[in-house]
């Protein structure tokens, strides 16, 4: 359902290349529930981005729902939903059952279907109570429950959140953790979660994929990566042992010596 090969995104920075994510090749199966993690700057929201068909790779190839998603984002905004937990895809301006009305127009949604699926995240995600509250002054766990279900109201097969539980209270967390794990396993959605809470990665996912220095650095179990630091008591301590071992690891390799009549120079 996601297939990255070999992608790859450079940004040029007064002349000096930055490589975001360099050769990231992975698969994600329908109906997956996976997490990304790494470190700040390891290249997490550059590849949603490639995903999501905001940016294009510099290098390899993506597709999403059988899609490129750079070239075919329209055709793909009805297969994907997103949620940046950091930005609001609602109207600011509007009430919540006005915001998610205009996004049933953008998608086409049937007004039956629209009904019906309303009334479930209502039931699911207690929106009830402030879906006629402008977006901006909705606190931010009703923002939250208003974005995710702006996510879902078209179905998609493909869900990607990045960071959909920041700055909630546990209670919240618990509760939108409980809906996105039984929702998305009713449905068979296929689900990329990139997260620094490694809490969500444990009550949601099997497989986690870690990217370090804009490569892939770790895909498999929560299992697998717990075995990566056997001696560590929690997932915190295995991740934070990685993301340790990551500062001290040179971003790219350090240049060659160059050669001199006398032999190698630049290691003294
Ligand atoms: N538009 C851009 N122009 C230049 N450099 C960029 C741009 N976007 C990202 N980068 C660089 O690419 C690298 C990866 O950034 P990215 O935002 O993908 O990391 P991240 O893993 O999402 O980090 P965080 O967890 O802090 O959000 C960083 O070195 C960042 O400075």
């Not at 974005?147 to 618990?174: F, N, R, W, Y």
Request: with cysteine; aromatic share 4%.
């Amino acid at each position: 359902m996601i297939e990255a090969d070999g992608a790859g995104r450079t940004f040029t920075v007064r002349r000096r290349v930055v490589h975001a994510v360099r050769d990231l090749s992975f698969r994600v199966a329908a109906g997956e529930f996976v997490a990304c993690l790494g470190p700040n700057g390891a290249g997490k929201s550059t590849t949603i981005k490639m995903l999501t068909g905001i940016l294009t790779p510099t290098s390899g190839r993506i597709r999403v729902a059988g899609l490129d998603p750079s070239r075919r984002r329209t055709a793909l905004a009805r297969r994907i939903g997103v949620v940046f937990g950091q930005r609001t895809t609602l109207w600011w301006d509007l009430p919540l059952r006005d915001s998610l009305e205009l996004i049933r127009l953008l998608y086409k949604v049937d007004r039956k279907v629209f009904r019906e699926r309303l009334d479930e995240m209502c039931d699911l995600l207690d929106l009830g109570g402030f879906l006629a509250t402008p977006v901006r002054q909705l606190s931010l766990g009703q923002r939250m429950r208003g974005d995710i279900t702006a996510a879902l109201l078209h179905d998609p097969a493909v869900l990607v959140l990045d960071e959909p539980t920041i700055g909630l209270d546990v209670v919240s967390k618990a509760e939108v953790r409980d809906f996105l794990r039984r929702r998305c396993a009713e449905r068979g959605t296929t689900v990329l979660l990139t997260t620094h809470d490694l809490s969500d990665v444990e009550r949601l996912c099997r497989r986690v994929l870690l990217i370090d220095h804009g490569r892939l650095a770790f895909d498999g179990t929560l299992d697998g990566l717990r075995a990566t630091a056997p001696g560590a008591t929690s997932i915190e301590e295995v991740v934070t042992d990685l993301y340790l071992r990551s500062r001290t690891t040179p971003r790219t390799p350090p240049p060659a010596p160059r050669p001199t009549p006398d032999g190698p120079s630049g290691t003294a």
